[in-house]
């Protein structure tokens, strides 16, 4: 008998642990279409913020030996202007998570209320964003910030799940996964870019990024990825989608291990192709019935057993 690949609990319901993260491909029904046309499980909107924002000039993105330096600094046409997107999302056969940030705890509210009108299946918080000055990545560092954003939010998303984004800047990750939890999320995302790192063009001497410093990304932040989800499942009771340095199967099953329900596939993309989606579950599948693996219970978290 084939191994079962879904995944399926209180806040995820998905077809496969394949997720693509917040911020790649765009913000069209049609990107987010195409995506789940190439296997993945469920797609995140790019965060969705208060008004509209520019980004940063380019460049926004620097390849590294190991992964990718981005500063796109969250640009958004604002929830207002985004009509036609919810249009046609309405229609939709897929699970959506919807990504928001404000810059203030106000400002999550106010975002937050209104995606949540428009029904996508959760509501992810980036309460992490290394990129951009003043919010993002700080309010993902202090409990308290974290979980009155949480609470607030929570009070005006009705009945869908609110999942905190987590950075692996805070000193005490864990920490701020149980206040979040404590504040009512239904789930948690660990983690966002790790960093902000830096890289230079060495004939010019100067950075490459036009904001200088950029998230760190891919293949080389897994490590970070697996100690933090490992923490946070030890910390709190609610899934976790983990995300960071997912490459292929193997690494797919490993941060599964260290308690992820589902898994974040977002740089790799960009390397191996969109493609990338079902190919991933594949090898999740060839893995699971060559170590005898029925269901995805029975590696959720096995780390900690
Ligand atoms: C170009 C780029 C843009 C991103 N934009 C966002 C964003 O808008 N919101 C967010 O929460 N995370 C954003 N991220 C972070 C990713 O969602 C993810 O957490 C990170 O890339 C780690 O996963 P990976 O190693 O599989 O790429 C972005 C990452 C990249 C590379």
Redesign the pocket.
């Known amino acids: 008998m084939k191994p079962d690949l879904k995944i399926k609990n209180k806040v995820f319901d998905f077809r496969n642990p394949t997720v693509l ?4 491909y765009g913000e069209k029904f049609e990107e987010m279409q195409e995506i789940y046309n190439y296997g993945a499980g469920a797609v ?1 909107l ?2 969705i913020g208060p008004r509209e924002k520019k980004g940063h000039p380019h460049p ?2 620097a390849k590294t030996e190991h ?2 330096l ?1 500063a ?1 600094g ?1 640009p958004s046409p604002g929830y207002k202007n985004m009509e036609e997107l919810w249009q046609k999302m309405s229609k939709r056969k897929f699970p959506l998570i919807a ?1 928001i ?1 404000g810059t203030t705890i106000n400002e999550f509210a106010e975002v937050a209320e209104f995606v949540a009108s428009k029904k996508p299946e959760i509501i ?1 918080l ?1 309460i ?2 290394p990129n951009v000055e003043k919010f993002g990545m700080p309010f993902g560092c202090d409990s308290k910030i974290a979980a009155q954003i949480t609470e607030k939010v929570k009070n005006v998303s009705g009945k869908i799940p609110v999942m905190p ?1 987590l950075t692996p800047q805070a000193n005490d990750i864990a920490g701020i996964a149980k206040a979040c939890e404590e504040a009512g999320a239904d789930a948690l ?1 660990a ?3 790790v960093g902000p790192g830096m890289k230079l063009d060495l004939k010019t001497g100067k950075p490459l990024l036009s904001f200088k410093k950029g ?1 760190y ?3 080389a ?2 490590p970070i ?1 697996v100690r933090c989800i490992y923490d946070v499942f030890d910390a709190t009771e609610i899934p976790i989608l983990g ?4 490459s292929n199967g193997k690494d797919a099953v490993e941060l599964m291990m260290a308690g992820a329900s589902a898994v ?5 993309t960009y390397t191996r192709g969109k493609q990338c989606f079902s190919e991933i579950t594949k090898e999740i599948e060839d893995w699971m019935i060559q170590n005898n693996v029925k269901k995805l219970d029975e590696i959720i978290g096995k780390a900690h057993k």
């Open positions: 993260p917040s911020g790649f995140t790019k965060s926004i993105i992964g990718f981005n796109v969250l990504s940030y992810e980036n992490s964003c984004k995302t983690i966002n870019s998230g990304t891919g293949a932040i897994k990825a995300v960071g340095g997912v974040g596939v977002g740089s790799v």
